[in-house]
């Protein structure tokens, strides 16, 4: 993807990962316009970016994701970049009863949310000389892990489904990369400088150097071996992965 002189849409931009991403792009001259639920986060965001614009959006709602669409279009006509960032990270225990609630809007937000936006913007895309689409998935799409299983099988069925749109694009102006990010210190699950979490500042540079490398999927050097493990081996480094965060619990609380 080049990174000037865009017209880009993302969802989920008002925190971490989706607002850092938005910033970075911001201040690369691209015209950036984020989205989300709530208005008041929307103004702070792009009261601190001048220039920057917002439209809310909730994900879960087809007809919201009409609506923003059609906006877009009409006012935006210039829009070559949706971003597809927004979801959220609950944890869960599979090994009992699943709180089905929190699992359909899980799998709503995760996984129909991208795909539902994609699919209205899909055919403007389609329009433009130079057009991406962007999802943020997960390493854990590769290696899961256990106490947050329903969010890594959405970022597992998510890289699936942009490898298969990928291909069916490929006689098209339409580019589809996939960001793939490791546990970066954000809001997602809890903010909390744990030495284990990548710095978001350190993530957001060099994922901006590997989304313009054009790259399917964009992947920080430290967490390679994960998004390498997936094969008929793949047991025992994410048992490893898995034990470790038995022995080491991520904080999930102030």
């Known amino acids: ?116 936006v994609t699919s209205a913007l899909i055919e403007h895309l389609k329009t433009r000389p130079q057009a991406t689409i962007l999802y943020t998935s997960s390493v854990l799409a590769f290696v899961p892990i256990a106490s947050n299983a329903i969010y890594s099988a959405t970022k597992a069925a998510l890289h699936s489904f942009a490898l298969s749109q990928r291909f069916q694009l490929r ?6 990369q996939e960001i793939a990010p490791p546990w970066v210190d954000t809001d997602l699950i809890y903010k909390s400088g744990d030495p284990r979490a990548m710095p978001l500042a350190a993530f957001i540079e060099q994922t901006l150097v590997a989304l313009a490398s054009d790259a399917p999927e964009v992947i920080v050097d430290a967490v390679r071996p994960m998004r390498d493990n997936p094969g008929a081996n793949e047991h025992v480094l994410f048992n490893a992965f898995n034990q470790s965060i038995v022995d080491n619990p991520i904080p999930v609380g102030a």
């Not at 001259?29 to 639920?37: D, E, F, T």
């Not at 090994?95 to 996984?111: C, K, M, R």
């Not at 006689?171 to 589809?176: M, S």
């Open 1 to 116: 993807m080049k990174l000037t002189g865009n017209t880009i849409f993302i969802t989920g931009g008002t925190s971490g990962i989706g607002r850092g991403l938005a910033e970075a792009l911001h201040k690369l001259g691209n015209k950036v316009i984020i989205s989300g639920r709530r208005k008041a986060l929307l103004d702070e965001v792009t009261a601190a970016n001048p220039g920057m614009v917002a439209i809310p959006l909730d994900v879960t709602s087809v007809d919201s994701i009409q609506a923003a669409a059609k906006e877009l279009v009409a006012t935006y006509p210039d829009l070559n970049v949706v971003f597809n960032n927004a979801g959220f990270m609950p944890f869960d225990d599979v090994s009992g009863p699943v709180d089905d609630a929190v699992a359909q809007d899980l799998i709503t937000t995760n996984l129909l949310g991208p795909i539902r």
């Open 171 to 176: 006689d098209t102006t339409v580019r589809v």
